[in-house]
Structures are given as structure tokens and as C-alpha cells.
């Protein structure tokens, strides 16, 4: 299931600008949810000597580049897993195809209105903002859509000559109707998943757009029941529901005070509320609700986040000549709280009406769950400076959490950064460059657990008679925080009147003590899982910007910005010595997991991929064994091996230009990939099927090149593989292959990510004081050598932490390419 | 006027930062929010109670679809020749079947287990406490006569090991008696906290009846001495007599646990709501026993209410070694699936015997406990003692299947759905069948080990499988009994094509449950030769002279 990222409340147009802090020096300021870096996000406020009112309206058209290909020459033949194999005989001559993958994917349409009012008194001391905005969306599968509302209002306030306010509030009401996202519990049951792989295997000689009966029945294709064929792709668009609805208010109130000359008083306050409901619906006839007769599932989410803080800044002091600090001191503390009531009933009375109401009184079941977290810290941080040209920053900062057991639930951590502008201390240099700064920091990071990690609690049990029971996982005690330890060395030069730029980082970091949850052990604990101290995991990476001015005229500049990053993550160990750590979430697939072991990547896939050739007498080490009463290889079952698949790429590179003629603009910014496996589980599944593309040759009698596990294996004289096998009758050719074989390798991409034209209309143009037109085109095309539909992909979402599901492709949705035609208008 | 002003600023600064002066006492307070508000981490020790209680009856059920297979009581027919892995008396790599007790014992009952225990110590709540001392060794029993050796018990449940060392069998049998008797002890009290009431709470099975749990524990007990026949000196049968007759006193005292099926896990295991049997058939061994032919003809009345006929009205089993035995019959001749209906029908219609959603599924009966002391009184040379007991089981047996029949309106004429019609066995077919004497010999000269263990088998098909296996490996599957000559388990036929990994020799152990020891404790395994490809093969301790 997907859920809205809450990230999505925010309202573009009120976004003053972004800052992007990467390393732990975010912590410093934000504490410990900025342990891997920080997004900024400033709103905007009205500004004295405006004044006025903007209406902005954009509207996008968004069509997918591709859709899945399958082959069509070949017919149904059995029935498995939910949807029919296809290894039967082929489609005879005159066959109707009704192209059923493409046909179901509609353009989506949005359109964004947003009005604001901003200004200031005369005399400036009170500015303000009001900003309305309204967004409607339509997705690419049918039956999907998005709105939003976004009310924002700020002020800010010069209220006496030593006391300033800044407030903001706002308001957003959200709806959004998803398609149920596709997983499979094995490869070979698709029972309850999204739409995209019951369009996949549907067969293109039944016209899919006719899902019901005429009685207004779901209508079955296949013999195997209702509960166990895979739902036609509309009837789970239209029948079945994953929908939510939320509001949430955000108030950020910021106080300055300046009560002497020498410092000042900052104090911030914020509040952030949301209240989301959730509906699943699992439709009475649908594959996942029909044994239950409809399972519908509601959530009431309520949350409340406060965060306080409160810092004494100190204004530049003069130490001595050239020599001055300043810096701050302060704390903060948060506590946040969620409370969700979740109810589940089955058996509709009515199989059309969704409401709780109409389910069997005797099939409601419920639960509720509370989740608290409270957090203090202490802060302080000093900078000196000398002659301006070399800066050193210390900062420390202790945290107090509630969710590590109180022996350990303090924890301080420092850290240190310099830059040194050696074009300002140096001027010879300025012979060469225009202006060059070196920069250094080390900075160490504490993180906490997730609360209630750290103490079992009973469940109220489900089985006969009731009761209490506990949960699958067991207590530890000695639960302490995880550190991270990150070093970092850049430089950053200026060529040419600052017409060309170079910047580079080098940082490593280091994490020991994580805490990894889940961690699974024998039984004889007597529990399952346990939330462990234990890891140890290092990232390293280089990180070039190079950003020039090749053409700059008074009427036309063009600007390139080039950022190049290569990274690495390596896990160093596991908590006591296990030798394999894997995300049961990411595990949607077969026999392929996002799991790592010591030594290698953390994006690594492990698996139960084929047995080869151990020993490498015979000169033959690494090739496949097969089977000698098959033809076929063999799978290694007894454990899952890392075989050196690994997710992360070399390097990437985003490109942007930027090129300007007096009143048009013209930016586009492409993003460059090169290496990083992806696993191309929809082709696995689809080949399993007899439906990929690639399994047309079936007819071609082949040998497997290996060699026979006859015993001969491991001798200088092993048997070579000559069983001829010819897959369109031997089919376990196809339903056994690994997933190992649809692991691309390297994969690489080219794609324009981005391209907007723009233009400013003259002023005065409909009364207006400023006026712009603009068109974008967003994913416009893609080079890769990946052969699915988009490598880009994630099997899970952001919420399943780590590696997550990044770069495993099954079932997801093609990406689309959209225009978007905008205007901004200033009165 | 600038000094009112700077005081007014230094007030509010004051003030402000005051704020947090006063706030840092409380710090700590602040942040003790991290008890969990959804769950207790304590109740009471009768809440434990029915969760245990629940998985004491319903662990056996898991693992007896795979030990059935074994045993012979059901097969799982397919689409292929081959038969399935446990049908060829093998098992299913990086699977947990077939290992449902292991993770009970250790997790279900687990923590679960010594907190009540703990708690029930605590308040003198000696009732308690003795449930909890037999559901302990009832544990440490179930996994030792299926697995061998398992986790050391002296460094079981420590959270602060991640792998474990096993034990020894005859350690383990020896907490496991001495586990019995402390529960013997302790239900044997009245004092203290002993509270019908408290304990009827969490008691689904006997109500609060503290005599009733202390007839079981002696029940318990004879059984685990009884598992010691061929350990020579070490299997003592009138102490297993003895132990019996302190037990069970009728089938009022048969241990059941009463499914209420109002939700997926409260539903009968063996039910059709959940699936899990639709596809098994009876073979031909039980069918074997009831329909006459390994009894000289005489036609036992309990086969018409535990066994399914097929729809031509013949009663049928398959053969094991025939993977695809049930398609190739034409479909008159299908046996129908233990609910009674043919193919995998039988979903919200009326069940026979066990096997519907709301029946009181068997833990352990009188009729079994008089079958082992006959085979105890047999053996110490008492055939009187014997045969009496042997008569009052299959007395037993028979009336446990109508009651069985009863629970959830099983018998009775079932209109729209024939093939489910069942009656009670009658007075009159009950003392026809105890007088024949080719099934109750006439005198105890008459008696053998063939009669005893196979009408055992009749009594305990479809749920005790955890006994009936170890009473088959106690006679190798085929030991012929020494006076008749005859086979032990009457009609039993090793399957001819066994699991890859056998090297032709039966079963004898299951393997650790995968998931827990297979992958995390390997160190414990190799010590033991867990590792090896053909350790299932391995006849466990109890077996050994």
C-alpha cells in the first residue's frame, strides 16, 4: 500500500527558497531527525516597497512514455497463480487483438490556480502575506486523482525597537485516490495487488474494458474462482479503493529580542497538526476481498507535533586585531504524539455501498495505537573568525530522547569546521583565481531508536479464549544511541571574474552502534525479533560542482551548472556476527532481497541464485551446473548469497543550462547515470508467465552452456552440458529461471529531466506590474540500456528506510511525460 | 528615556530565558513516555493462560498434516507421479513445516510461559503454577520425541544469546519427569491462592478444575514413560500403569479445546473455513483398519463417522507411493475430503468428526491413555489387565465419536447436503462391536501387541499425531509382533520410493524449525550432525536400546 508523503501538504507557490544542508552539520542546528542532512524550507513574506497581488495558473498534460511490451504470438494454455501461462499454441490467423496495455492508460491532467496579497505598512514595519491556492490532478491510470487546498497567511512585525515577530500560518485539506500499489506474495500468486500486473497478464484477445457482466457481476476470465484470479486492471481501478483525505495546520511563531546591544533573543515556536483519513476498500468480488465478502479498512490518523526553541545569539565581538567571535547558545524540545484508531469489517451487506455500517456486525474488529516521542537538547556553537578570511565553527550539542532507556538517553556529540579563503589571505593568487576557500569539518552525530523499541508488551491475542501475548519482539535493555562520525574536505574555487567555478568535496562517515531493526535469531530466546546496537557501516563519496558563464553579453548569458557524485556505501559489520542482514519489506519478490553482509555495498541484492562451479581445476570455475536429468541449472537453496549485485551507481551527473535573450529564458537539466544494477522483476515474473518478449524462441531447441552435476563437477575433467532442451515444451526452462537472470547489470542513463522556456511580458501588459508565461517539459526523453520501462524505480517508498526498494522494478507504473503551460501575473 | 526601556528588554530576556531554567527538573519526567500506551507489559497470569492453552492443542494440528504423512493417516495427492516430499517421508528444504511446536514451545509459550509461572509463584497461585510446570514439559516432551536434541535448557530464554548449544536427550527426559511431577505436586495443593474462579478465567479446557488438571498431568506422565519401551531397564510399566490410572477417569476428562470460530485464528485449524485440509485423503491403512479387511471382516460402526466415503458410497484410501492416486480414479470412485464432500466443497456446510469449525479438538483422551496401559500391562506380562483396558478404550473411542459428532451438529440429517449425513453410532452397534471377538479377543491369551497399537491408531486418526508417530518409530513402522506374527500396525506399508535425501531408510526425527536454527544457530546444529543431509533419518534416543 502507498500513502501520501506529507511532504506533498506544502503549496510550491509559497516557497521562498530551499536549502540543502548534507552532512551532519545539520544536526547541529536541527538535532537529531537531521542526523543525514536537512532540507530548509523558507516561506515567503511580504517585503516592504511591494505591494500587490499575484495570481499564478499552471496547467500540465501528462501522457506515459511507454507501457510495458508483451508477446503476442503465443496463447494461453493453463491456469496458475491467479492468471493464465502462456505456452499454449498460437494465436490462430485472424486473431482480434484489442492492445489492452496500451489502451488503459489515460492523460492525466492538472491544474494549479494560486492568488496572493502581500505587502507592507509604510513604514515598513509590518509586513504581511495571504496566499490562497487550489490543485487538481488527474493521474495516468484511471480513476486516480489528487486535490489540494493551501491557505497561507504571514506577518512579521517590528513591534518596539528590541522586539520583532515573524508569524506564519497554514492550512492545507488534501484528497487522494490511489490505485492499490502491485505486489505479489510469491511469483506465482498476484492475488490483491495493484492494476499493473493484472493489466500485464490479461489476455489481449479479451477486451479488457469489459469488466462486468451484463448483470454487473465481475466478470471471470478464467476457471480458478474469484478469490484466486487476478483482478481485471479496471475492475480494480473502479471497484476497489485506496483513498485519503486529510487537513493539517502548521503554525511557526519566531520572537527576536534584542535586549542588549551585544545579543540578541531568538525564540521559535511551531505547531504542527494533521488529521488524515484513510479508506481501503477491498471490493466484495475483488481477488482479495472475496473470501472475506469485502474487507473494508478505515484509519483515523491525528498528530500533533510541537517544537520549541529557544537561542541567545551573540553579536561579532572583537577579540583583537583582525581576531572576532560570536556564536550562540540555546535549547529546544519537542514532543510529538500520533494516535490512530484503525477498524476493520467484513462481509458487505450491500455489495455496492461502502460504509462501515454495511459490514457484518460480527466481523468488526479494531485497534488502537498511540505513539509518543519526546526530545531535549542543549546547543551551543562559536565562531571565529580572522581577518575574514578564515573562519573556524565549533558546535556541540546534548540530546535527551525518551526513546532509549534512561541510563543512555543522553548522549553529546561536537564538531568542528574551518574555511580558510586563501584568495583573501593570499592576494597573489588572485593572479590565477578570482576567489578560492578550502573547507574542512568533522562532525559527530548521535541518533536514537524508534519509541517502545526496547521493552516487549503484550498483545491481546486472537486465538481461542482471548487473552495476552507477546509480540514478536523481545526486549533489550542495553539499547543505546547509534553515532556517526563524518569528516569532510572541499574546496572552492573561482576562475575568470568568477565566470567559472569548481567546487569538490571529499566526505567519509562512519556509523557504529546502529540500531538495526529486526534483527532475527533462533528461537530459543523465545522471541523473534530483536531491535539491536550492532552495525557498523562507512559511506565515502566525491562530490564536484562545476558551474560557468561561457557567453555572458547584455542581452544573452548562458549558464552550465555540472554536478558530479560518486558514493559508496559499505557495511563493515553486523550485529553479532550475523552474517546477512535483509528488509523483510523489500523482500517483495521471489527468491531476490535487499540484503547485505559484511564487506560489501549496502545496495547490494542477495538471493537463492543458481549453484556454479566451486573449484576452478578444469579451468571452469563460475559456470552454471546444471542438472543431468533436466538439462536445467541448478538453484542454491540452502542460503541467500551475495553474487556482487549491487544498486548503487558509479557516478551520476546532473547538467543544467541556462540560456537567456533579453526576455526569454531557456533552462533544461538533464540527469546522467552510469552503472548500478537494477532487478527487472516484472520481466522475471512476465517470462515465468510465457509472457515476455523474450521467451518467443521458445520453439528453438537450445543447450544451457554449464556443466553437469554428475559428480565430475569439481574434477579437471568435468562433464560439459549437450541436453538439448526446447523450452516451448520443457517450460520449466522458464518458471524455474533465477531472478538472478534479470538482474541488469550497469545499468546507465541519460535523461532530460527538465526543460523550461520562459518568457516576461513587458510591463504594463493587461495593467499588470510583472507578467510571465512559461511551458515545461518534465521526463521529455530517456537513454538507457535498461530494457524494462524506467530503471529510476522503487519497488517500496521512502518509508521503508535504508536502501529500501530502490532499484528492484516489479510491477511499477511507467513514468510519464508531461507539459506544463504556466503564467504569473502581478498586479 | 532610554533606561525604563533597557529594563523592560532585560525583564523579557530574563524572563525568557528563565523558561528553560525551570523546565530542566521536570527533564526527565518530560520524557518518560516511552511505556508503550497500546499493550500492557504485565497482567495478570490467567491472561496468559488461554494463549497457551490455545497453541497446547492446535501446535499438534500444524504439524500433523506433515506427520500424518508419515504415519500413514492422510496423503497429499497432486498432479504429478511423484509423491509429495513428506508423502516419500522426506521434508521441504528452507520451509518451517512440518516445525509449528517448535516455534510454540519456544515463542508461544516462551516468555509467555514464565511470566505466568513468575506471577503465579509470586501470589501462591499453586493451580497456576501447575498448569504452567505441565505445559512446560509437555514442551520440552514434544520437542524431544519429535527433534532429538534440542536447545540446551539451562541457556533457553536468555536474551542475551543469539546462539545456543544443544542438550542431550536423556537430560532433557529427565527435566521433563521432573518437571512433571513438581506440576503433580503443585495441583495436588489447596492452599495458598488456589482459585477455581481466577483460574476458570483463562481456562477454556477444564473450566477451572484444578482435578481435572492434576488428572492430566498424570496423563502427560504416562505417556512420556510409556515413550521409554525400548530403553530396556529405563521403561518401568507399572509405574506407566500406575500413572494412569491416576489420571483420566472417563471421557468426561478428555482435554478438548472448544474452537468458538468466530475469527480466523479462534476456527478449528482442521476446519474448512481455514483451508487447510481440503486436499488430503485418508489412505489406505486407516480405511484398512476400519472397512474389515485387517480385522477378519469385522466392519468397525466408527468408520462411517470418521472416514469419507467416495461418491459411489465405497469407501476408499490411497496409495502414498501414487502422487497423482486421486485423479487417476474416475471421479465415483474419489474418496471425499475429510469434511465429507468431494473435491474441495464442504466451505460453510456441515462437517463430520473433527473436522468442523467449531469443534472441541482433542489434546489427549481416556481412550488413549487405557490403550497405553494396555500396551504397558501387555508388556510387564499382565494380558487381564490388558484386555480390560484394551475394552474400556475402544468403549471409549467409540462414544469420544459420537460426542465428537455432536459438537458443532455434525450428526444428523442434513438436507441439501446428503453427503453429510452421519448418525450417532447406537447402544446396540457399540456392544455388537466390543462383543466380536475379532476385534475384543475372548480371552487375554488372545490379546497381541497388533490389536493394542492398531486399535489405537483407529482411536487417535486425524489428531493424536504426536503419539501415534512415536509409537510407530517405537516399532520401526513394520515390526511384526513377536506372537502373531502378524505386523504391529496392521496392513502398514513403508513407502517404496523414498525422499532423495533418505538413502532408502525411513524417517525417524524432523529437523529444526528452518527459519529459527537453520539459518541462525548452525554452531548448535553441526554439533549435534543436524547439518547432514540424511539426519531426519536418524533414529532419536527414545528408540535406542
Not at chain 1, 496458475?80 to 501461462?85: D, L, M
Not at chain 1, 518596539?160 to 492550512?171: E, K, Q
Not at chain 2, 516445525?99 to 516462551?110: I, K, L, T
Not at chain 2, 489427549?364 to 483396558?389: D, H, I
Request: with cysteine; aromatic share 12%.
Amino acid at each position: 500500500m502507498d500513502f501520501t508523503n506529507h511532504a506533498s501538504d506544502l503549496n510550491p507557490e509559497d516557497i521562498e527558497s530551499i536549502t540543502v544542508l548534507k552532512g551532519p552539520e545539520a544536526a547541529a542546528l536541527y538535532g537529531i531527525d537531521a542526523a543525514n542532512g536537512a532540507i530548509v524550507i523558507t516561506t515567503k513574506r511580504g517585503r516592504p516597497g511591494t505591494g500587490g497581488m499575484e495570481y499564478t495558473n499552471s496547467v500540465s498534460v501528462a501522457n506515459v512514455r511507454g507501457a510495458p511490451e508483451v508477446q503476442t504470438t503465443y496463447g494461453p494454455n493453463a491456469e496458475s497463480g491467479g492468471a493464465y501461462s502462456y505456452f499454449g499454441t498460437p494465436y490462430p490467423a485472424g486473431a482480434r487483438f484489442y492492445n489492452n496495455i496500451n489502451g488503459f492508460f489515460t492523460q492525466a491532467v492538472s491544474q494549479k490556480h494560486n492568488l496572493s496579497f502581500s505587502g507592507a505598512s509604510g513604514d515598513s514595519r509590518i509586513t504581511y502575506r495571504i496566499s490562497g491556492g487550489v490543485t487538481r490532478q488527474t493521474g495516468n491510470i484511471p480513476n486516480t486523482w489528487y486535490r489540494r487546498m493551501n491557505l497561507q497567511g504571514s506577518s512579521t512585525a517590528q513591534v518596539t525597537n528590541w522586539l520583532s515577530a515573524d508569524l506564519v500560518i497554514s492550512y492545507s485539506y488534501s484528497t487522494n485516490n490511489q490505485p492499490f500499489k502491485g505486489v505479489c506474495a510469491t511469483p506465482t500468486t498476484c492475488v490483491g495487488g495493484g492494476p499493473m500486473l493484472g493489466l500485464l497478464v490479461y489476455p489481449d484477445t479479451i477486451n479488457a474494458r469489459d469488466y462486468l457482466t451484463p448483470a454487473g457481476q465481475r466478470r471471470l476470465i478464467t476457471s480458478l474462482g474469484a478469490a484466486s484470479e487476478v483482478d481485471n486492471p479496471y475492475y480494480t481501478v473502479n471497484k476497489n479503493q485506496n483513498y485519503s483525505k486529510g487537513d493539517r495546520t502548521t503554525v511557526n511563531l519566531g520572537l527576536n529580542i534584542a535586549p542588549v546591544s551585544w545579543g540578541f533573543i531568538k525564540l521559535n515556536l511551531g505547531s504542527d497538526a494533521y488529521t488524515t483519513k484513510y479508506l481501503i476498500n477491498r471490493d466484495p468480488q475483488s481477488a482479495a476481498g472475496y473470501n472475506n465478502n469485502g474487507i473494508l479498512d478505515l484509519s483515523d490518523d491525528l498528530t500533533r507535533n510541537l517544537d520549541g526553541q529557544a537561542t541567545f545569539n551573540f553579536n561579532r565581538f572583537t577579540l583583537m586585531k583582525g581576531l572576532s567571535v560570536s556564536g550562540f547558545a540555546g535549547g529546544s524540545m519537542s514532543t510529538y504524539r500520533t494516535e490512530d484508531d484503525a477498524l476493520e469489517g467484513m462481509n458487505y451487506l450491500d455489495p455496492n455501498f461502502v460504509s462501515m455500517n454495511n459490514t457484518d456486525i460480527t466481523k468488526r474488529s479494531n485497534r488502537t495505537v498511540v505513539i509518543r516521542r519526546r526530545r531535549m537538547s542543549a546547543f551551543g556553537s562559536a565562531t571565529l573568525s580572522y581577518n575574514n578570511y578564515l573562519f573556524v565553527n565549533l558546535t556541540g550539542r546534548n540530546d535527551w530522547t525518551s526513546t532509549i532507556p534512561r541510563a543512555r538517553n543522553s548522549f553529546f556529540y561536537p564538531g568542528v569546521n574551518g574555511s580558510f579563503v586563501f584568495s583573501d589571505a593570499f592576494p597573489f593568487v588572485r593572479k590565477v583565481l578570482t576567489s578560492g576557500r578550502l573547507t574542512a569539518a568533522f562532525a559527530e552525530v548521535g541518533r536514537d531508536a524508534s519509541p517502545y523499541a526496547f521493552r516487549p508488551s503484550l498483545l491481546s491475542a486472537t486465538t481461542t479464549g482471548g487473552g495476552f501475548r507477546y509480540d514478536f519482539w523481545g526486549p533489550n535493555v542495553n539499547l543505546k544511541p547509534e553515532f556517526a562520525k563524518s569528516y569532510e574536505v572541499g574546496a572552492e574555487l573561482g576562475f575568470l571574474n568568477d565566470r567559472v567555478g569548481l567546487e569538490a568535496t571529499f566526505y567519509r562517515k562512519t556509523t557504529r552502534d546502529q540500531i538495526v531493526q529486526n534483527v532475527r535469531g533462533s528461537y530459543g530466546t523465545g522471541f523473534i525479533l530483536f531491535n539491536l546496537n550492532g552495525a557498523t557501516t562507512r559511506n565515502t563519496g566525491i562530490e564536484l560542482t562545476l558551474r560557468g558563464t561561457p557567453i555572458l553579453t547584455r542581452d544573452f548569458s548562458w549558464d552550465v551548472l555540472a554536478n558530479f557524485n560518486h558514493s559508496r556505501g559499505t557495511t563493515v559489520s553486523l550485529p553479532f556476527g550475523q552474517t546477512e542482514f535483509y528488509n523483510s519489506d523489500t523482500w517483495l519478490y521471489g527468491n531476490v532481497r535487499n540484503g547485505t553482509m559484511p564487506g560489501i555495498s549496502t545496495m547490494s541484492l542477495t538471493g537463492f541464485f543458481y549453484q556454479r562451479v566451486a573449484t576452478d581445476s578444469g579451468g571452469r570455475k563460475g559456470q552454471l551446473l546444471i542438472d543431468p536429468t533436466s538439462g536445467l541449472p541448478l538453484r542454491d537453496v540452502t542460503a541467500f548469497k551475495d553474487y556482487g549485485y549491487d544498486r548503487q551507481p558509479d557516478f551520476t551527473i546532473g547538467l543544467t543550462n541556462g540560456f537567456k535573450y533579453k526576455n526569454l529564458a531557456f533552462d533544461f537539466l538533464l540527469d546522467i547515470r552510469k552503472g548500478g544494477d537494477v532487478f527487472n522483476a516484472t520481466e522475471h515474473w512476465l517470462t515465468v508467465r510465457g509472457l515476455a518478449k523474450g521467451t518467443l524462441d521458445r520453439e528453438t531447441p537450445r543447450i544451457v552452456p554449464g556443466i553437469l552435476k554428475d559428480g565430475k563437477e569439481n574434477t579437471p575433467n568435468p562433464t560439459v552440458n549437450g541436453i538439448v532442451v526446447v523450452p516451448a515444451a520443457n517450460t520449466g526452462y522458464y518458471t524455474g529461471m533465477s531472478e538472478e537472470l534479470f538482474i541488469e547489470k550497469n545499468i546507465n542513463w541519460v535523461r532530460l529531466r527538465d526543460a523550461t522556456l520562459a518568457y516576461t511580458l513587458p510591463r504594463g501588459v493587461l495593467g499588470s506590474k510583472t507578467a510571465s508565461v512559461y511551458i515545461t517539459a518534465t521526463d521529455l526523453f530517456l537513454i538507457t540500456n535498461y530494457t524494462g520501462l524506467d530503471p529510476i524505480v522503487n519497488g517500496n517508498t521512502a518509508a521503508t528506510g535504508g536502501s529500501g526498494g530502490v532499484g528492484i522494478d516489479f510491477g511499477n507504473f511507467p513514468m510519464p511525460r508531461t507539459f506544463n503551460f504556466g503564467v504569473r501575473v502581478g498586479f | 528615556m532610554t533606561q525604563p526601556i533597557t529594563r523592560v528588554r532585560r525583564a523579557a530576556a530574563a524572563l525568557l530565558l528563565a523558561v528553560p531554567a525551570v523546565t530542566l527538573p521536570g527533564c526527565q519526567n518530560f520524557l518518560d513516555v516511552n511505556t508503550n500506551p497500546n499493550t500492557p507489559e504485565v497482567v495478570s497470569a490467567n491472561l496468559y493462560l488461554p494463549g497457551i492453552l490455545h497453541w497446547w492443542a492446535t501446535a499438534p494440528a500444524f504439524d500433523g498434516r506433515f506427520l500424518g504423512r508419515y504415519t500413514q493417516m492422510w496423503m497429499l495427492p497432486g498432479t504429478s507421479t511423484t509423491p509429495s516430499t513428506w508423502d516419500r517421508m522426506g521434508y521441504d528444504p528452507g520451509s518451517d513445516n512440518g516445525a509449528e511446536q517448535w516455534r510454540d514451545v519456544y515463542w508461544s509459550f516462551g516468555q509467555n510461559l514464565i511470566d505466568m509461572m513468575t506471577k503465579a509463584q509470586a501470589e501462591e497461585r499453586w493451580d497456576i503454577l501447575g498448569v504452567g510446570y505441565l505445559m512446560k514439559a509437555w514442551g520440552w516432551l514434544v520437542l524431544t520425541d519429535m527433534h532429538g536434541p534440542i536447545i540446551k535448557l539451562d541457556q533457553v530464554f536468555d536474551q542475551s544469546r543469539l546462539t545456543f548449544d544443544y542438550d542431550t536427550e536423556d537430560h532433557q527426559y529427565e527435566v521433563v519427569l521432573a518437571e512433571l511431577d513438581s506440576a503433580i505436586t503443585f495441583l495436588e495443593r489447596t492452599d495458598g491462592a488456589v482459585d477455581a474462579t481466577y483460574l476458570r478465567k483463562g481456562d477454556l479446557i477444564y473450566g477451572g478444575d484444578r482435578s481435572k488438571w492434576l488428572k492430566a498431568a498424570w496423563g502427560v506422565k504416562a505417556l512420556a514413560l510409556n515413550h521409554l519401551s525400548n530403553k530396556g531397564a529405563l521403561y518401568r510399566p507399572q509405574d506407566v500403569i500406575a500413572a494412569v490410572d491416576k489420571s483420566f477417569g472417563s471421557n468426561a476428562d478428555d482435554a478438548l479445546l472448544p474452537y468458538q470460530g468466530t475469527n480466523n485464528d479462534n476456527t478449528n485449524f482442521y476446519g474448512r473455513t481455514r483451508g487447510n485440509l481440503p486436499s488430503y485423503r485418508q489412505t489406505y491403512f486407516p480405511v484398512g483398519l476400519m472397512d474389515g479387511t485387517q480385522f477378519s471382516g469385522a466392519v468397525d460402526p466408527r468408520m462411517r463417522r470418521m472416514l469419507s466415503p467416495s461418491p459411489d458410497g465405497v469407501y476408499r484410501g490411497l496409495d502414498p507411493n501414487v502422487g497423482d492416486a486421486l485423479t487417476i480414479l474416475p471421479a465415483a470412485q474419489r474418496p471425499n475430503n475429510v469434511f465429507g464432500y468431494p473435491g474441495t466443497g464442504g466451505l460453510a456446510l456441515p462437517s463430520r468428526y473433527i473436522f468442523s469449525d467449531k469443534s472441541k479438538f482433542p489434546q489427549m483422551t481416556y481412550a488413549e491413555l487405557q490403550f497405553v496401559k494396555a500396551e504397558a500391562a501387555y508388556r510387564a506380562g499382565n494380558p487381564a489387565v490388558a484386555l480390560s483396558a484394551y475394552t474400556t478404550a475402544i468403549g471409549a473411542s467409540i462414544d469420544f465419536v459420537n460426542a465428537r459428532n455432536a459438537d458443532d451438529g455434525q450428526s444428523g440429517d442434513h438436507t441439501g447436503a446428503p453427503e453429510s449425513n452421519i448418525t450417532q453410532i447406537s447402544s446396540a452397534e457399540r456392544a455388537a462391536f466390543l462383543a466380536d471377538t475379532r476385534i475384543v479377543p475372548a480371552t487375554p491369551a488372545g490379546l497381541t501387541l497388533s490389536h493394542i497399537m492398531s486399535q489405537k491408531y483407529v482411536a487417535l486418526w486425524g489428531w493424536g499425531h504426536n503419539e501415534i508417530w512415536v509409537d510407530m518409530r517405537r516399532y520401526h513402522y513394520t515390526d511384526l509382533d513377536p506372537v502373531s506374527g502378524t505386523k504391529v500396525f496392521r496392513g502398514f506399508k513403508l513407502p517404496t520410493n523414498f525422499y532423495v535425501d533418505n538413502a532408502g531408510q525411513p524417517v525417524y526425527r524432523v529437523r529444526p524449525r528452518f527459519n529459527s536454527e537453520y539459518v541462525w544457530n548452525k554452531p548448535g546444529l553441526s554439533q549435534v550432525g543436524a547439518l547432514d543431509a540424511d539426519y531426519h533419518t536418524k533414529p532419536v534416543w527414545i528408540l535406542q536400546p
